[in-house]
């Protein structure tokens, strides 16, 4: 570090700062305003500033529901001059989402024009489009005229605005939310507002309620795309009882039959916030890609509603594993995450609970219902103080006229004379002549015993909670009985189902074009796949110094299994392999093969077929081939070998006589029955040997003979009688070959 240099004398005023705390302080009060004033809502009326000051704005404008509709310019405008000071492309856009019917559940607006469509086509320009306010808007704002919240300046302190809205509706959980502030995010789905109030109800009636108690009323989101949520009881209510975790929400979708055994899938409701066009285009992308076998053709033939026609391959494809394929690689089905980061307060980022969120709800409407109640009770003191003079001055009318007419100042003359206040003094200065005649004095006392009696009633509701809860209960059963599930826009949309129990290998094959191929492995080792059957193997071009070691026929949605010398079973996926076009990919590549071990064959898994597995020193045992499909490059180790052994032959079961030959040309034939089925481990002794060890080993139907191929390639053949001196039991050391026996001591 170089000495610091002195600031020069004529530069100013300057301060020094420590540069981590003035970044330090910045970037605190830059996430802070982020998190305040941008991204998060208030639990107590489900708004983020915008969407706020948009309403309020409105009400400023008396875009009532029962009113005209006005530009959108012009509401845009007035936002953004006396309550938003952001870009109007910004607010127009939340002036957009509050009115569409597919992005939110309960539209706070009621657009005139292009406001968009699912197909995610944006909306008209500003100019082009109106919208006032609907009745879900109105209850936000019912009692704000009454001191039912407080207001702050505006940003150029001009005006002012509400903190928060009374919020008489349960817009947080019944909207939903989303926004990502610094450091953290909101995401909260939508909900049907009549369960809400249900639930609502019951925690008033019992503030202890359990989360168990609430879920009876509360089934979970209810998308305004509808959809169906797949996700269990217990996964629901644990997103529920800690404000975190996601619901997996699919397409709905329905069979259509179409004549003569054919039928087409049709889906009449799509995921939230999916774009319809988005989401064929990639299906169709799909399609072209060859990724969904299943699937043949995509159409919309959607109106006003949405309907996807899916047209499956063939008439034999499962309508099921075919959505299953599609809900897979595609937006059919998507993960919706809730997190329930909201202001609590107003004032405190918390991630909270269901019951959390629906309690302080409600304690902001009883606070809304205190402050409109006080409110409403000095209206009455001050309506009933200025009666109580109109009654006097009624009383002693001829006195109060000749006070007006004959005094200099008759105010102060009135208040002493009939002791009034300086209130009933300036009223009754300040009345009409018209209100002098008989019948008004018996309006003024009729309105006196309302007044009285309703201030009465508004101060027995001050003073008691019990009295106060009960008040906003009726207003809750309101709004339930406004947005009751009886209602068009009341009515439960999202359903819920448990997903068909289809397992992933029969998915997995789904997705795969079927084609078949000729698995072709080098004795070097290089892997490759030929399209089709019957490919004429001599005509195969290898690299110098290389040859064929195997070859066998598959289809590309097989499983090939492959065993190496010391026992271990390797799974590749047939249409992962590589093209035929060239010479193959290293084996080594593609599974973790150690460098002193090669492979014994390959071939296709079928989980009905069993496969002898025996080592070079005589010992072995039999295993199921779905036993040996393995999910990782490192395989599964199956049959247990100590070096020099190795992994000799893996022969299909597919007879009930075992025939070994050893590499001293002795042969024992014993029955299969002897030889235990295991999934892994060394085996039992199939032959005995004083020196070397198996040389080959063959299954047969004794009812069908032992046959092998002498170097002539002639086929010789011993039946049960002719193999008498060979038989017995496994672990014997037999006896030598038969007459004719191939020189090499194998059967092929």
Not at 20 to 47: C, F, H, N, Q
Not at 459 to 486: C, D, H, N, P
Request: hydrophobic share 40%.
């Amino acid at each position: 570090m170089g000495k610091p240099v002195d600031p020069p004398a004529s530069g100013g005023d300057i301060e020094p700062i420590d540069l981590k705390t003035a970044l330090e302080e910045r970037y605190l009060a830059y996430a802070l305003s982020t998190i305040m004033g941008r991204a998060l809502p208030d639990v107590r009326d489900g708004l983020k500033p915008v969407h706020r000051r948009i309403v309020h704005a409105m009400r400023v404008l008396k875009l009532d529901p029962d009113q005209g509709y006005k530009k959108c310019a012009r509401i845009v405008g007035d936002v953004m001059g006396k309550f938003h000071p952001h870009g109007d492309a910004s607010i127009y856009d939340a002036l957009v989402r509050l009115a569409q019917d597919f992005s939110i559940r309960y539209p706070l607006i009621d657009g005139q024009g292009n406001f968009g469509n699912i197909d995610g086509d944006s909306a008209a320009a500003m100019r082009y489009t109106e919208a006032r306010m609907t009745d879900v808007a109105t209850l936000l704002l019912r009692g704000i005229d009454e001191n039912a919240v407080d207001f702050k300046p505006t940003y150029n302190e001009e005006d002012e605005e509400p903190i928060v809205l009374p919020g008489a509706f349960p817009n947080l959980l019944a909207n939903g939310a989303s926004g990502i502030a610094v450091g953290m995010a909101t995401s909260i789905p939508p909900h049907n507002a009549a369960e809400l109030c249900d639930a609502a109800l019951k925690l008033i009636e019992d503030p202890d309620a359990s989360l168990d108690t609430l879920l009876r009323f509360i089934q979970g989101p209810d998308f305004p795309t509808g959809g169906v949520v797949i996700d269990s009881a217990d996964i629901i209510r644990e997103a529920y009882a800690t404000g975190r975790g996601s619901f997996r929400v699919r397409a709905k979708w329905e069979r259509e039959e179409q004549g003569r055994g054919g039928y087409v899938v049709v889906v009449t409701e799509i995921p939230f916030q999916v774009q319809k066009s988005r989401l064929i285009e990639k299906i169709a992308d799909l399609l072209v890609a060859k990724k969904l076998p299943l699937l043949a053709d995509i159409r919309d033939e959607s109106a006003e509603d949405v309907r996807v026609v899916l047209e499956p391959k063939s008439r034999t494809v499962d309508p099921e594993l075919l959505m299953e394929s599609l809900f897979r690689l595609t937006d059919l089905e998507s993960r919706i995450p809730l997190n329930m980061n909201v202001l609590s307060g107003g004032k405190v980022p918390k991630v909270l609970s269901l019951k959390e969120v629906l309690s302080e709800w409600l304690a902001h409407q009883r606070e809304v219902l205190i402050r409109r109640s006080q409110f409403r009770l000095d209206q009455i003191e001050r309506r009933l103080e200025i009666l109580s003079g109109y009654i006097i001055a009624f009383l002693n009318l001829d006195e109060v006229i000749r006070i007006i007419r004959e005094e200099d100042e008759p105010k102060q003359v009135m208040m002493r004379t009939f002791e009034l206040s300086d209130l009933q003094a300036e009223s009754i200065l300040n009345m009409r002549l018209r209100s002098l005649r008989k019948l008004e004095e018996f309006e003024l006392k009729r309105e006196f015993d309302q007044l009285s009696e309703e201030r009465a009633d508004k101060q027995a509701l001050l003073a008691s909670t019990e009295l106060q809860w009960q008040r906003v209960a009726g207003e809750v059963r309101e709004v339930l009985e406004t947005f009751s599930k009886k209602t068009k826009l009341g009515k439960r949309r999202t359903i819920f189902a448990d997903a068909p129990e289809r397992s992933l290998d029969d998915i997995a094959v789904a997705l795969i074009e079927r084609e078949p191929i000729t698995v072709v492995l080098s004795q070097k080792g290089f892997l490759r796949a030929m399209k089709g059957h019957g490919v004429d193997l001599s005509t195969l071009a290898f690299r110098e110094g290389d040859a064929l070691k195997f070859a066998f026929p598959a289809v590309t949605t097989d499983k090939l299994v492959f065993l190496s010398t010391n026992g271990r079973a390797f799974t590749l996926a047939a249409d992962k392999l590589p093209g035929g076009r060239g010479q193959g990919d290293p084996m080594r590549l593609l599974i973790e093969l150690e460098d002193d071990q090669d492979l014994v064959l390959g071939f296709v898994a079928d989980p009905a077929q069993k496969r002898l597995l025996v080592s070079t020193d005589g010992n072995g045992f039999i295993v199921p081939e779905g036993e040996l499909v393995s999910g990782t490059r490192k395989g599964k180790q199956v049959l247990n070998v100590a070096e020099p052994a190795r992994l000799a032959k893996a022969e299909r079961v597919t007879g009930d006589m075992v025939a070994v030959v050893g590499e001293n040309r002795k042969m024992v034939v014993f029955p299969l029955a002897q030889v235990p089925e295991m999934l892994r481990g060394k085996g039992v002794r199939l032959q005995r040997y004083a020196d070397g060890g198996l040389l080959d080993v063959k299954i047969f139907a004794m009812s069908e003979g032992l046959t092998w191929s002498d170097t002539a390639g002639r086929q010789h053949q011993r039946n049960e009688a002719d193999l008498l001196e060979w038989r017995g039991d496994r672990a014997q050391a037999g006896r030598l070959v038969p007459k004719g026996f191939p020189k090499s001591g194998r059967f092929t």
